[in-house]
């Protein structure tokens, strides 16, 4: 009786066991590290500023060769990082909307290769805008498409065969608003859903080659990186027809306007957060398939948000009072 009552014991407490030692495995091997970055190198698409602009200074000083694909290598942003970084780093002239270009640069990539060859490419060019989807014009959407998505499909085709050959990283820079249907950001939804899709498609591909890829999903980062394009109630009421005047009045574009500034404003300070995660994406042994960056209170309702039932994420709106005001203005002269 004693031995049976042993044994069931021992396999009750097998079960956690193997979980607990699976987690401990897990944490141990997201801490390790693939290796330093000597002779490996990294391709980062849009340096001018922002997140590419940080990134290529932290990969620069952790010994990769970095190429850094700039819209303006002659402008102010690529200058400065080329003046603060070390000869390892290398500026690319890259518009990710031009065949020619990504072409161009992949030359001098194959070029320039460090012995470890391109052990990665960091998709970070993009833009932002926001309007409703009425103020918009297909023109305005195949724009934000062009470099958001497209830009990350034309440079990924062209540079997989050298990360293939590594064995390396894919990174893509995404959006909370991926999945987050939040009102006036239409066209940057539907590029970073098309996006996020593109990337979990190639990350099942990518698996059979040992290449791993991952997803930056940065909520508030407006303040830190000045993405979003400085615009005014007037810029966008000089765009709509007269009909859509009738049904959007000038006092609600400026109210509108106010509060996107605002909340944009109210976001992260600095990019300490996306950096330190595209930086794991690409050294850890163990990269996370996706980041998701936002503050600590912010973070059980953005994992929650995807799962929630449509009526119940449509209805989480109606509690702004921006969106009430909105429903109180239309139409009104």
Not at 143 to 156: A, H, P, Q
Not at 192 to 219: N, T, W, Y
Not at 268 to 292: C, E, N, W
């Amino acid at each position: 009786m004693n031995i049976l009552f042993f044994l069931g014991h021992i396999i009750g407490i097998l079960p956690i066991s193997t979980v607990l030692l699976f987690l401990l495995a897990r944490l141990v091997s997201r801490h390790r590290c693939a290796q330093d970055g000597h002779g490996r190198g990294v391709l980062i698409t849009g340096c001018d500023s922002g997140f590419g602009h940080q990134l290529a200074r932290c990969l620069d000083k952790k010994g990769f060769v970095v190429f850094a694909g700039c819209l303006s290598p002659e402008g102010a942003g690529a200058q400065c990082l080329a003046a603060q970084s070390s000869s390892n780093l290398k500026i690319l002239k890259l518009d990710v909307t031009s065949d020619e270009e990504v072409q161009r640069a992949k030359k001098m990539v194959q070029e320039n290769l460090p012995e470890k060859g391109l052990w990665a490419v960091v998709n970070n060019a993009g833009v932002s805008d926001w309007a409703e989807i009425e103020w918009s014009t297909t023109e305005d959407f195949r724009s934000m498409l062009d470099v958001n998505l497209f830009g990350c499909i034309r440079t990924s085709i062209a540079f997989l065969p050298l990360v293939r050959a590594a064995k390396g990283r894919m990174v893509y820079v995404s959006s909370i608003f991926a999945f987050f249907n939040c009102l006036n950001m239409g066209a940057y939804s539907v590029s970073k859903r098309g996006l996020e899709a593109f990337a979990d498609c190639l990350r099942v591909e990518m698996a059979s080659f040992g290449v791993k890829v991952s997803i930056i999903q940065p909520g508030n980062f407006g303040r830190a990186t000045n993405i979003l394009k400085a615009k005014t109630a007037s810029d966008i009421w000089e765009k709509l027809d007269d009909e859509r005047k009738k049904i959007f009045n000038r006092q609600y574009m400026e109210l509108a306007n106010d509060y996107f500034t605002s909340t944009c404003q109210a976001g992260f300070k600095d990019t300490d957060l996306v950096i330190d995660s595209m930086v794991h994406a690409i050294v850890s042994a163990q990269p996370k398939g996706r980041y998701l960056l936002v503050s600590a209170v912010d973070m059980f309702f953005f994992r929650l948000f995807p799962f929630l039932p449509t009526a119940l994420t449509d209805a989480v709106f109606s509690l702004s009072s921006m969106y009430a005001k909105r429903k109180e203005m239309l139409y009104a002269k």
